[in-house]
């Protein structure tokens, strides 16, 4: 029996915080914008617009670095109340044309359309509906690709970009992944493409002609296995409505960096509040079970460690012999940190948390 053609859309809306505040604020218009956290309290970018990403400005990037690079950026503060109702706006259209849709951010979502006999069955023409309807309901552009698969449907929402479609058929994946280069597939960060370099691969039609053995020296053999099939352009995993949350944690950046004594002050702070939240957050979702407890260190020179115990108790105590451990490993002052807990999902019943 042949295989049911999948039709996959990946939606991405641009520059969404972003593009909200000029929306909302037509002086804006033109001008680069964007949304962070204030220079002098160590903020970074969340989100900027295409005319401050012309500059060099783009999330994560710390505020004080983007106002060196674009002097006459226009900083607006997060309002993230604002996204999450206009996020609202856009996933109900989405259920206009699936009840399949896979989450992955305010702004940002996979969409099963395999079955779905609007517009004839067409996922390019159900993609256009689609980002028509976002800009008719909520005034803001949108990203969508088409493939058989997630990987290459998030592929193709960015080969437009901004405002842009862009379908692979499946009669043409083959060609389309010769010239991809491997920075292009999911998990290939700074350390995997220095490696996968070293060996001259490039594109994924390097990856092609390496066999799993050899590639599997690079990286690992499962990670090797997974390479070489998205380098295939094969991707089997199913759209999932529901995903799993596998983790919950709230981190907080200083407006100057901690002696380390004056870390475990600073630290019950953010750990009284991720209590909190963790603790409503449980009573919606029991479903989810506390696995490990994390603890992670940003260090001033912008390194990182994060340390866990596998312990089913949030609890301080917990939280104050993880802060020691972490401190040990490097002697320089604080930036920020973080604290929280990483799930597993089972019927068992939870202890008493708090």
């Given amino acids: 029996m042949k295989d049911k053609l999948r039709k996959i859309i990946h939606v991405d809306m641009d520059c969404f915080f972003a593009a ?3 929306r909302d604020q037509s002086e804006l218009q033109g001008k680069p914008v964007a949304v962070g956290g204030a220079a002098k309290r160590r903020g970074v970018i969340a989100a900027a617009n295409y005319e401050a990403r012309a500059f060099g400005v783009h999330s994560a990037l710390s505020t004080a670095v983007a106002l060196r690079r674009c002097p006459e950026l226009i900083l607006v ?3 993230m109340n604002k996204y999450k109702e206009v996020s609202a706006e856009v996933f109900k259209i989405f259920r206009k044309y699936t009840q ?4 992955i951010s305010l702004d940002e979502a996979f969409l099963d359309v395999s079955d779905s006999p609007l517009h004839h069955g067409s996922g390019t023409l159900i993609a256009q509906s689609i980002k028509k309807d976002i800009f008719e309901h ?9 493939a058989p698969n997630k990987f290459l449907a998030k592929i193709a929402s960015d080969w437009m970009k ?3 479609i862009y379908t692979i058929p499946p009669e043409n994946v083959a060609k389309f992944v010769q010239q991809l280069p491997v920075k292009k597939i ?3 960060g700074k350390e995997t493409l220095r490696e996968l370099r070293k060996f001259a691969l490039e594109t994924c039609a390097d990856l092609q002609k390496i066999s799993p053995d050899n590639l599997a020296k690079v990286i690992g053999t499962n990670r090797a296995e997974e390479l070489i099939a998205l380098a295939h352009g094969i991707d089997n995993r199913e759209v999932q409505s529901n995903r799993e949350r596998k983790s919950y944690t709230r981190e907080r950046t200083f407006d100057s960096d901690l002696s380390h004594s004056e870390c475990l002050e600073a ?4 750990f009284d509040e991720c209590k909190k939240k963790l603790h409503s957050y449980l009573k919606e979702k029991p479903q989810y079970k506390i696995k490990t407890s994390v603890l992670k260190v940003k260090f001033a020179d912008f390194t990182s460690t994060t340390v866990e115990c596998a312990d089913l108790n949030f609890n301080w105590e917990v939280m104050e012999a993880l802060l ?3 401190l040990e490993r490097n002697q320089l002052r604080v930036r920020l940190l973080g604290c929280g807990v990483k799930f597993t999902k089972n019927d068992l019943a939870q202890p008493d948390l708090f």
């Fill in 186 to 188: 999911w998990g290939v």
């Fill in 324 to 326: 020691v451990k972490a």
């Fill in 77 to 79: 503060r997060p309002n």
């Fill in 267 to 270: 630290l019950r702070t953010v």
């Fill in 138 to 146: 909520t005034g803001l552009n949108a990203s969508a690709g088409i």
């Fill in 100 to 103: 399949i849709i896979e989450a």
């Fill in 162 to 164: 901004p405002d842009g």
């Fill in 20 to 22: 909200v505040e000029v």
